[in-house]
């Protein structure tokens, strides 16, 4: 099996920075897509940032310029920081992986368990 377990979440001033780290273990053979998802109280789940396994990145327009999405392949971990955090960006931060386990034809998404920011003064 594969976990994914997320960490670094809390409660920040708006303007402040939080890092977000997710680590993936279990029967990994390989790992493309990692990813950050967030959903905010009576929102749905959305994108916040993803990188490829080549380092190419996509961004929510909404975070743009304030965070950005690392990896360290070797390592399976990905990483999030968040800097000149809003109000707006508090919810429930996700992370997400494909991953190409040992003893499977097909590359499954996994999730974490999710760890809450709150931005808040």
């Known amino acids: 099996q594969v976990q994914l377990v997320e960490s670094g979440g809390g409660l920040v001033q708006p303007g402040g920075s939080l890092r977000l780290s997710c680590v993936a273990s279990?029967?990994?053979?390989?790992?493309?897509?990692m990813g950050w998802y967030r959903q905010a109280p009576g929102k749905q789940r959305e994108l916040v940032a993803v990188i490829a396994s080549g380092g190419t990145t996509d961004y929510a327009d909404s975070v743009k310029g304030r965070f950005t999405i690392s990896r360290d392949n070797v390592k399976n971990t990905v990483i999030l920081q968040m800097n000149s955090l809003k109000t707006e960006d508090t919810g429930v931060y996700y992370c997400?992986?494909?991953?190409?386990?040992?003893?499977?034809?097909?590359?499954?998404?996994?999730w974490g368990q999710g760890t809450q920011v709150t931005v808040s003064s």
């Open positions: 279990g029967s990994i053979r390989s790992i493309d897509a």
């Open positions: 997400k992986a494909k991953v190409f386990a040992i003893g499977r034809y097909y590359r499954d998404d996994y």
